[in-house]
């Protein structure tokens, strides 16, 4: 499995699997009578990721040869999901009843997440809402139970693939808009100055689809533009099962990190991936800016002669000084990038405005003739926030700590 993030946020996935040459998995029910795989004509269902429950937007998936794969509606895929899940409660003793079907349906129903709270007394007792379901006595293995608990949180995600590629090792890619959760915490956005200024770098945790459901784990990470990849890691795996390559993290810094494994069991961790601003663009940006606010507030105080004149000149000094913000806005120009990225740049593009701001409020103290004392004052506090701006982009990059972790 190849996770991807793209641009605008969406998340891409690779599965190198070998479709299972078994008349069973015939998508026309009809064809699943056939003894033989070369007999199915139509298409064979493959089973690609458990994905959260919730609306899918920019769905899209390719087989191995770039065609559009379809894909099972989640209708459908919890079709089978139940007929499946009933199946394995029969061979652990639970009989078929129409209230068992009921309870069933509604865990794996769209909007079942919200029965995730009375699985385990289900699980457990059989009890459900206080109703005995089945037998308290009867025993489900521990892989039914976590297929109920997964299934009640997420559906199936099944692609098809013409039968005659069963057998084969084939690459199938799917897509979708992938949306992480802020964290709004107050020391959360303190640390997302330390972040977009160089001092630290931000680590992600993206959830591992099914890594033991395949021959090998894979997982590649796309730069994002105007970011920099620092390490790609994944948990090491718990089984004492050969990993593929040396090393389960990549730290080569190059445009996608890459980094695979192998697992027996679900890992307890997850993959994660660290982020940081690098000098190239808008951080550079933003350092010339600051640099120059400080620079011009510098010789307007200490230039021989300069505040006089300046004061003297009032509004054509003015507009010398309004003509340098539109420059700094101009530097807010929207560019694409995904919703990581703008949350990264945001401390940044906040102190291009202060500069441009600064700069406002200069040209605002010479057409109002502000007065030379205040004039001083306000000018004096703007050289200090924009030399202390200044440096903080300059010594950023001297420590290595990370910022807290996005889910």
């Not at 033991?212 to 997982?219: D, E, F, G, R």
């Not at 994944?234 to 080569?252: N, R, W």
């Not at 300069?306 to 003509?323: D, E, R, V, Y």
């Not at 995904?338 to 593009?349: K, Q």
Request: aromatic share 6%; net charge negative.
């Amino acid at each position: 499995m190849h996770p991807l993030e793209g641009e605008r946020g969406r998340l891409k996935h690779s599965m190198d699997c070998t479709p299972v040459p078994d008349p069973l998995l015939a998508y026309d029910a009809v064809e699943r009578d056939k003894e033989s795989i070369d007999e199915v004509r139509g298409l064979l269902m493959v089973p690609l990721a458990f994905i959260a429950k919730g609306p899918m937007r920019h769905l899209d998936a390719v087989d191995a040869r770039g065609n559009p794969m379809p894909l099972l509606g989640a209708a459908e895929s919890n079709a089978i999901m139940l007929d499946t899940v009933l199946d394995l409660l029969e061979l652990s003793g639970v009989e078929q009843t129409a209230e068992v079907l009921r309870v069933i349906r509604l865990i794996i129903a769209i909007d079942g997440m919200g029965q995730s709270a009375q699985l385990p007394e289900l699980c457990q007792t059989g009890r459900w809402e206080g109703e005995q379901i089945w037998p308290e006595n009867i025993y489900l293995p521990n892989d039914l139970v976590d297929l109920l608990e997964r299934l009640a949180s997420s559906f199936l995600l099944i692609g098809l693939v013409p039968a005659r590629q069963s057998g084969i090792r084939q690459i199938l890619k799917f897509s979708y808009h992938w949306v992480t959760e802020e964290d709004t915490s107050l020391k959360s956005r303190m640390l997302s100055v330390l972040v977009a200024t160089g001092w630290a770098g931000k680590e992600v945790s993206m959830n591992m689809h099914m890594p033991h459901a395949t021959a090998s784990y894979h997982l590649e990470f796309h730069t994002p533009s105007q970011l920099d990849v620092r390490n790609l890691r994944i948990p090491c795996p718990d089984a004492s099962t050969p990993v593929h390559g040396q090393i389960l993290s990549d730290a080569s810094g190059v445009p996608v990190a890459h980094v695979h494994g192998t697992y027996e069991i679900q890992p307890g961790g997850q993959a994660s991936v660290r982020l940081a601003v690098p000098w190239r663009g808008l951080r550079m940006i933003t350092l010339f800016v600051t640099a120059l606010t400080a620079l011009i507030f510098s010789l307007a105080l200490f230039l021989d002669g300069a505040t006089p004149t300046l004061m003297k000149q009032g509004g054509s000094a003015a507009a010398l000084f309004l003509a340098v913000p539109a420059v700094f806005i101009s530097f807010l120009a929207a560019h694409s990038e995904n919703v990581s990225t703008s949350r990264m740049l945001v401390p940044l593009r906040f102190m291009l405005v202060v500069c441009a701001l600064l700069l406002f409020a200069m040209a605002g103290s010479l057409v109002g003739q502000l007065r030379h004392g205040p004039l001083v004052l306000l000018w004096s506090v703007s050289l200090v926030v924009s030399v202390l701006l200044t440096l903080l982009l300059v010594l950023g990059g001297s420590f290595t700590r990370i910022a807290p972790t996005e889910q």
